[in-house]
Nanobody
Framework: VQLQAYGGGMVQAGGSLRLSCTAS????????MGWYRQAPGKEREFVAE???????NYVDFVKGRFTISKDNVKRRVYLQMNGLKPEDTAVYYC???????WGQGTLVTVSS
């Protein structure tokens, strides 16, 4: 599975961004997909996931602000990020659980 993430950028605190990840090379609809992030000097951490059936799970510090969704026809997974905070600054990666594949990452920078 090949994953390509995009949609990052620079926003002010309180702003919004939508990240997208396009998957190729597999039957996308049967895979569990997730978003992770890695801030400078920190380890990569889990952000959100969506299962093949559409069930979602979030880490506590993004609940109520971020929403993960997917489009099986387009083979894309999205991360809508609202109410961004400076501490959300990181490189965001999409991940395919079944194949343990990672996208190249997209940088999100939130200024105060």
């Amino acid at each position: 599975v090949q994953l390509q993430a995009y949609g990052g950028g620079m926003v002010q605190a309180g702003g919004s961004l939508r990240l997208s990840c396009t998957a190729s090379g597999s039957v996308f609809g049967i895979n569990d997909m997730g978003w992770y992030r890695q801030a400078p000097g920190k380890e990569r951490e889990f952000v959100a996931e969506i299962t093949e059936s559409g069930a979602t799970n979030y880490v506590d510090f993004v609940k109520g602000r971020f929403t993960i969704s997917k489009d099986n026809v387009k083979r894309r997974v999205y991360l809508q990020m609202n109410g961004l905070k400076p501490e959300d600054t990181a490189v965001y990666y999409c991940h395919d659980t079944n194949s343990n594949s990672w996208g190249q990452g997209t940088l999100v920078t939130v200024s105060s």
